[in-house]
T-cell receptor
Framework: DGGITQSPKYLFRKEGQNVTLSCEQNLNHDAMYWYRQDPGQGLRLIYYSQIVNDFQKGDIAEGYSVSREKKESFPLTVTSAQKNPTAFYLC????????????FGQGTRLTVV | AQSVTQLGSHVSVSEGALVLLRCNYSSSVPPYLFWYVQYPNQGLQLLLKYTSAATLVKGINGFEAEFKKSETSFHLTKPSAHMSDAAEYFCAVRYNNNDMRFGAGTRLTVKP
């Protein structure tokens, strides 16, 4: 089945450690996105990529990094510079075209202790 | 910045009552508009999307939304709420730069 896979579903890390969240899609979509979700704030865009080896910062990129070495993969690293990393992280992708909807993974809940 | 606003972070209706979730966008250029639903600890699922073909858009689970350019709105409605409709709903917008932006969400509660 085609879809977007985020792993792991739950992740615990100690403060000060970097952590990488995985996002893989087999939909052959060009564009991929990372969003952060906090209660009452909706989804905020962290980074997005419209093509391999290219990505742009979203509204809250500070403390995060990404790579897009392969079309199907868009991992997100939460660095120790991120002041408040505990959140629900959602990865999405969509095919080329402004009227196309985004398809979402099931999310990763990161808890930093 | 171009954005989308959802009025009301919580909406509560009785089972069988009309559901109305409000969404307004901020642009003189009509964007592409979407409504998504999210159940706890899951990703988002598309309910419907507006792509300029028709102003009244029908989606899954009996939901529909009407694009009103004069009001810059794209409100989501359902004639009769079911218990299974209880979830969080997000309005989203895509402009010419191709990234998708979301509203803050509206949590729908359905009372028996």
């Amino acid at each position: 089945d085609g879809g977007i896979t985020q792993s792991p579903k739950y992740l615990f890390r100690k403060e000060g450690q970097n952590v990488t969240l995985s996002c893989e899609q087999n939909l052959n979509h060009d564009a991929m996105y990372w969003y952060r979700q906090d209660p009452g704030q909706g989804l905020r865009l962290i980074y997005y990529s419209q093509i391999v080896n290219d990505f742009q910062k979203g509204d809250i990129a500070e403390g995060y990094s990404v790579s897009r070495e392969k079309k199907e993969s868009f991992p997100l690293t939460v660095t120790s510079a991120q002041k408040n990393p505990t959140a629900f992280y959602l990865c999405a992708s969509n095919p080329t075209g402004k009227n196309t909807e985004a398809f979402f993974g099931q999310g990763t809940r990161l808890t930093v202790v | 910045a171009q954005s989308v606003t959802q009025l009301g972070s919580h909406v509560s209706v009785s089972e069988g009552a009309l559901v109305l979730l409000r969404c307004n966008y901020s642009s003189s250029v009509p964007p592409y508009l979407f409504w998504y639903v999210q159940y706890p600890n899951q990703g988002l699922q598309l309910l419907l999307k507006y792509t300029s073909a028709a102003t009244l858009v029908k989606g899954i689970n009996g939901f529909e939304a009407e694009f009103k350019k004069s009001e810059t709105s794209f409100h989501l409605t359902k004639p009769s709420a079911h218990m299974s409709d209880a979830a969080e709903y997000f309005c989203a917008v895509r402009y010419n730069n191709n990234d998708m932006r979301f509203g803050a969400g509206t949590r729908l509660t359905v009372k028996p």
